[in-house]
Structures are given as C-alpha cells and as structure tokens.
C-alpha cells in the first residue's frame, strides 16, 4: 500500500503526540521507531491542513432555484400568541416562478425541522449551542431534495415545524421551544419526532372537522396550517405522531424518497415521508418526493428513476374506477380481493392498552366486513424487532447523528451541523428537556467499549436479514400486514421539571410495532382507526393503525387502506364526546 500526503510541510507533530496516539491503543513504540512514525503522523497532519485550507464545496444540483429567491422568514418557535400549538419553528412563503409540473399547485407544505430550506435556520428541534457550538443556528445554502422537488411541483414551502430534541422523542414535549400540543386536545402529546408536522396537518383536519359538525369553538388557538408535511422516521417518528394527530403518514420503503440535506441519525434506519390529512394527498405527495437523486447513498439499484416514479395516486384511482366498474366500490365488497394478515404478536407488545386493542380488532372486523380476506396470522420475530432494531443503532447513533460524523459514503455531509462534544452544560440541558438523548450518549458508549461488541452487532446484523425474512415470507401470500401504531391513547404532556423517570414514563413502548420496519425497509402506513378516551380528562384523541407492505409496494397499502374507509373512516367514528 502506498502513502501519498500533498505536502509533508514544518514538522507539527512531536513524539509525545505519537506517544498518545499509541497509547490510545496499548501500544509502546520501540524508541528506534518513533521517528519514522512520527514522520508519518505528521505527513498526514499536513495533508489534512491542506485540506482545511480549501473553500467548502457545495453540490449545484442542490443549491435553491433563483426563482425562489429571495427567501425571507420569521421565527415562531415559542411564540404563543403567534403559535399557539407551537407547531412552528420557523414561517416563510417560498414559490418556484417556473416549477416542472403543477401536482402540488395551491397546495402547501411544511417540512421537520430537521429538513434544509435555503436561507432559513435549521434547528434539529435543540439548541444552536448543542448543535454547532454557537449561539445561532445555521442557515443552509441549500434545499434538501425533497424541498427542490416539492417546489418544482408547484408547490407552496410554507416553513418549517417544530420536532422533538435530535428528533429521539415519541412522544411531543421535548422540544427546545417547549412542548408541542396536540391539535384535538391542548396540553396531550401529538407525537414525535415529527411532532410539529402532525400537529400543523391535524390543525386543517380540526378546522374542517369543527365546520362538519358545526362544533361551536373558533380556531384562532390552532394557528396557521398546512395541506401536508415532510416528516422524518427513524423508529416511528412519522407513524407515531400520525397516530396521535388522526392524519394519515407513510414511512416510505427505505431508500425510495432521497434523505439528502436532512439531519440524519443513522442511515440504516433514516427515512423521510408524506404527512398528510388524506389519504389521497399522502400518494400524490409520495410521487412528488419518491425516486433516485444520485446523491443519497441510502438509494439502491430498486430505487426508481424519476421518471420512472409510480403515480401512485393514479394508480389509486384506477383501482378504484375498476372496482367501480364491478360494482364493488361498496362498504361490503370494496375489500374483495385484498388479503390482510393480522400479525397476532402486534397485540402482545407491551402497555399495549385494552382500549387501543379493541379499535385494531375493530378494524379487523371491518376489513373482514369489507370484503377482504383476513387472516391471523403469528411472526414470532416481530416481538424480538425491537431489541434488533435497538442494538444495531446505539453503537452508531451518537457518531453519526448526535456528532454528524459523514460515514465513508460519497454524500451530501451538512457541513454545517458541527455539534460539540457532549458535556456536563450539554448534560444539564439534555437531562431537563430530553433525557433520551443523554441515554443515548450513555447507550452507545456502554456499547462500543464491550469487549465483544462486534460479535453482538454482527450477530444482531443477520437478524435484521431474518426479520425481513420473516415478513417477506408472510407477505408474499397478503398484500398488507396490520398492526396498532400507537400503544396507548395520547398522554398529557409530563411537567418539565419532573425526574428522568416521569419523563422517560410516558414513552416506554411507543416504538415497539413501528421500529422493526426501520431496520427492514418495509413501507408501513399509519392511519387514523378511531378514537380513545383522553387520560387524565375529559374529551377524545384518535388512535390509529398500521398497514405494511412488500418494500416498493405502496400502491397495496393505499389500496387497502381506501377500500377499508369505504366502511367508515376512522374518524367518522365520532360519539359526539370531543371537546
């Protein structure tokens, strides 16, 4: 192997330094040795400040169309008055002059706060201290690609929502501009991490909700909202708060929409989705966003071409024009054809409440009711997904998403996100507002320094093969598995000041039928099924289900998912008891 340096300059590095750096390992270096190695270090020493030296290059293909431009924005994290859900982290009106095509034409859209919008801040739902070690936040010189393409649609960027600290929140108060409440009943969690984008959605749903049943409440508390939201999903993220908000949101199969410009956590289990009030607007916007960048290295050879890109609401449309056509598109035969499995073990995860069990089996009945065949059926592999899921990511985590360091993958590395290392400040901060975070500094240090962790990590890599193996072998005789997303009805938000366990409490079990298809890659929708008594209080809060899916096979889940409301959506299973 040769060793090239681009230039060996003043000797930098002393053989104390070598010393240390052999230390680190164990290692004594034979006296006679230390020069050339030292030499060596500092050959390297010098490369990386000629490196350092050289202007930061940006990709073209991401920097903002000039017709964007000039962008302005307005800061609204915290803002009561202004945002009252405090859904918002950030407000803007952003518009391509000369946009491609006009699928999203009149339609608006917020992106997770954890999305790059050109010229306006990026905050990852935490402090500008905790995220580049300064007292402001950075401004991206670029647009992720799911913004460029929601604007070469004819869409409207309307800013960015509120998410959960380093998004590691199922649960909605952990923000560093303080809670984020749910749109059907204030003070109760609307999930998270993408806790801003469901509560943003879910505020248009009220509003038309209140019209229909000309409930007497005027809606300036809900704030300004959006047609759809771009949320992000590393263990249910986008599943979850959909759950609690009663809107409709889709982890994509992973690799399918490019994560390019997004803060990521670990790319394994990295996947950005449509947040949506319908289902029809989740397919339409999923075609917007889906398909190759040439960026993103979480893209596969199965991942479409652009304009090979399904439509995937055409095809919606089609399916149910033909089943029309037969006369099927009726509350008891708009299912026919359509095979469900019911995974047994998604009913046995833990906190799983009597009250959420019931809506799922519930929805059962009405796939059955509808026409589907409906099956039972048991992936004992499912109940171990989660401990999978969990010791494949802590050993990386901290690296890769709480430093950002880039992984060796020709990438777009968001050079700006340039947290400091984790300390007793960071500590005091993260331990009041998102102990989550401190658990995962702890996790993955506690991981790393087993002397057999690698032999686990290798052990629980085959796993994620056989977990995938284990749906697929179910899959290929269904088109959809169905699950419960949520576990319980939304808890009211725990008080700040409370320890860690109060804090920790409330989110115990809420990743346990949403993470395993973070790991797997399966596509997996979360739709609203019904309603749950609030805890803790008077009023109602949606709970909702999950359908998964062959990976690259969304077009089953929304067919199943829109034969299923034919029966009744789930919302409109209203007992007059909101609040």
Not at 223 to 228: A, F, P, R
Not at 335 to 351: D, H, I, Q, T, W
Not at 436 to 441: E, H, K, Q, R
């Amino acid at each position: 192997m040769s060793v090239v340096f681009l230039s060996t300059g003043p000797p930098t590095i002393d053989v104390e330094k070598l010393r240390k750096v052999a230390k680190a390992y164990g290692v004594v270096v034979d006296a006679k040795e230390e020069e050339h190695y030292r030499h060596l270090l500092n050959g390297l020493d010098a490369t990386s400040i000629a490196i350092d030296a050289l202007p930061a290059y940006t990709d073209p293909r991401l920097l903002p169309d000039p017709s964007s431009l000039p962008r302005t924005y307005e800061r609204l994290a915290g803002n009561a008055e202004r945002n009252p859900l405090n859904s918002w982290s950030h407000q803007t009106t952003i518009k391509s002059k000369i946009p491609l095509s006009e699928r999203l034409k009149d339609r608006t859209i917020a992106v997770k706060d954890n999305v790059s919008i050109a010229g306006v801040p990026l905050t990852g739902g935490t402090y500008p201290e905790l995220l580049t070690g300064k007292s402001e936040y950075p401004l991206p010189e670029i647009d992720a690609v799911v913004v460029k393409r929601v604007l070469e649609s004819g869409g409207t960027v309307k800013g960015s929502a509120n998410c959960e600290h380093f998004s590691m929140s199922p649960l909605s108060f952990t923000s560093a501009s303080g809670p984020v409440h749910n749109a059907w009943l204030r003070g109760y969690t609307t999930g998270g991490s993408s806790s801003g984008c469901a509560a943003i959605v879910a505020a248009s749903k009220v509003k038309a909700w209140r019209k229909q049943y000309s409930l007497q409440r005027s809606d300036p508390e809900l704030g300004q909202s959006v047609d759809m939201a771009i949320g992000g999903d590393q263990g249910g993220s986008i599943r979850i708060p959909a759950a609690y908000a009663g809107i409709y949101g889709l982890k994509p199969t992973h690799g399918l929409i490019p994560y390019t410009g997004i803060l990521s956590l670990l790319p394994m289990i990295d996947h950005t989705g449509p947040m949506t009030s319908t289902l029809e607007d989740n397919a339409l916007l999923l075609s917007v966003l889906a398909g190759y960048d040439g960026i993103d290295p979480r893209c596969t050879p199965e991942t479409p071409l652009r304009p090979n890109v399904p439509d995937y609401l055409g095809l919606l449309e089609e399916w149910k024009a033909s089943k029309t056509a037969k006369s099927e598109w009726t509350p008891e035969s708009a299912g026919k054809g359509l095979r469900v499995a019911f995974v047994k073990e998604g009913l046995e995860v833990l906190g799983l409440s009597p009250e959420v069990k019931s809506i799922v089996e519930e929805a059962v009945a009405q796939f059955k009711a509808a026409g589907a065949d409906v099956e039972e059926v048991s992936i004992p592999m499912h109940t171990l997904g989660p401990a999978i899921w969990t010791v494949i990511s802590r050993p990386f985590i901290v690296s890769s998403g709480l430093e950002n360091r880039v992984t060796p993958m020709l990438q777009y590395a968001m050079p700006d996100v340039t947290p400091p290392r984790f300390d007793q400040k960071a500590f005091d901060v993260l331990n009041k507002h998102n102990p989550a975070v401190v658990n995962m500094f702890f996790n993955s240090t506690f991981m790393n320094e087993k002397p057999d962790a690698n032999v686990t990590l290798a052990k629980a890599m085959g796993h994620v093969q056989q977990l995938r193996d284990a749906y697929d072998e179910v899959l290929a005789n269904f088109d959809v598995l169905l699950t419960p997303v949520n576990p319980r009805v939304g808890s009211k938000h725990p008080d700040l000041s409370a320890d860690v366990e109060a804090k920790m409490e409330p989110a115990i079990g809420a990743t346990l039928n949403t993470c395993q298809f973070n790991v797997t890659g399966h596509p997996a929708l979360s739709m609203p099924a019904g309603w749950g008594k609030a805890p803790d209080g008077p009023g109602m809060l949606p709970v909702g289900m999950q359908l998964v899916a062959k990976r690259y096979d969304e077009v089953s889940i929304f067919k199943a998912a829109a034969a299923w409301e034919v029966a009744g959506k789930g919302l409109d299973k209203w007992n007059g008891r909101l609040n």
